[in-house]
């Protein structure tokens, strides 16, 4: 029986917030620091994410972003904790309108890894959302608490068959080295193939909502002579928002990686800003915008990389505004 049937779960009832997700060795541990093992068993899966829901169900209701560093981390925790930070300064009793969502068929593909970090994937039915969700979790020794660090959001169509390794558990793909050569651009190069995508407008993206239609996007921005649009891509460098990349069964692979959006707009004489509660949160000891105000946002994006030779299709995305500056 494969893994994928014997991970499925039901998990209706359970109640979610909307997030603003080598051979074997002759040395075994328990652990897993050497030897390649399952980074979980199918009840550690289930608990993680019955942990998520309880703990994101009080933070996000709560606007308490100190909470959700308990079961987020990496671009996700980034983008969701400044969210939190900003939503608290506008209204610090909390969201009054805050309702759970529930999740249904929950599957889990989980990997055997050696070393750390570990990381499995949950895939999720939200209730009253069309698109399905990717959770990927994650952790650094058996001592930590699992986490998300990446989530996608995409139509079930979307959501690509995953391979399996002989055994039946979901193949990743290791970002460092000669990893992922194979593909039409290796995971680690992906984020700054990207961002010089959006800077130069070539690159081997297909046409779509987060590639082509942001160049337009942008163009029309600086159709207006009431103030001029700058922007900055750049690939996230930083180790806590490394890519990560898992194998489809047409020999491609998923690829969850993260990209820095910087804009900045200058506005003309006698003009204006209007500024919505958040952004003025973030911008409380970072300078009063009277010239220009440069948002800083972190995106999450997970894209399909074809084998061999072939265009890549950015299929999510998940972005937030984590700081903002004024002159």
């Not at 490394?242 to 069964?249: G, H, S």
Request: a negative charge; one cysteine or more.
């Amino acid at each position: 029986m494969r893994l994928r049937g014997r991970l499925a779960t039901t998990t209706a009832g359970v109640v979610l917030s909307l997030a603003m997700a080598a051979g074997l060795s002759g040395c075994m541990t328990v652990h897993g620091e050497k030897a390649v093992v399952p980074a979980a068993t199918q009840e550690e899966a289930e608990a993680a994410l019955e942990h998520y829901v309880e703990i994101n169900n009080q933070a996000k209701r709560d606007y308490d972003a100190e909470q959700n560093d308990e079961i987020e981390v990496g671009p996700l925790g980034a983008i969701d904790g400044a969210g939190l930070t900003a939503r608290a300064a506008e209204s610090p009793i909390g969201d009054p309108d805050f309702e759970p969502l529930q999740l249904g068929d929950t599957q889990f593909h989980i990997p055997q890894q050696a070393g750390w970090p570990k990381f499995f994937i949950a895939d999720t039915k939200p209730s009253g959302l069309e698109n399905r969700w990717l959770m990927v979790f994650t952790r650094n020794s058996v001592e930590e608490d699992w986490r998300v660090s990446y989530l996608a959001t995409l139509p079930a169509e979307q959501v690509p068959e995953f391979a399996e390794d002989g055994d039946g558990y979901l193949e990743d793909i290791p970002v460092d080295g000669d990893a992922g050569d194979d593909l039409a651009v290796p995971p680690a190069e992906l984020g700054t193939a990207y961002a010089d995508y959006l800077q130069h407008g070539q690159g081997p993206f297909t046409e779509g909502p987060f590639t082509s239609d942001v160049l337009a996007e942008r163009e029309q921005a600086n159709s207006d002579a009431a103030s001029l649009m700058q922007y900055r891509d750049s690939a996230a460098e930083e180790e806590k928002f490394a890519p990560l990349a898992v194998r489809t069964e047409d020999g491609g692979a998923l690829v969850f990686f993260t990209v820095h959006h910087d804009s900045q707009e200058t506005l003309a004489p006698d003009e204006t800003f209007e500024l919505n509660p958040q952004v003025e949160a973030l911008l409380e000891t970072n300078g009063t915008p009277e010239h220009s105000l440069t948002l800083h946002r972190l995106a999450i994006k997970t894209a399909r990389v074809p084998a061999g030779d072939g265009p890549v299709e950015v299929l999510s995305e998940v972005q937030g505004l984590i700081s903002a500056e004024g002159r």
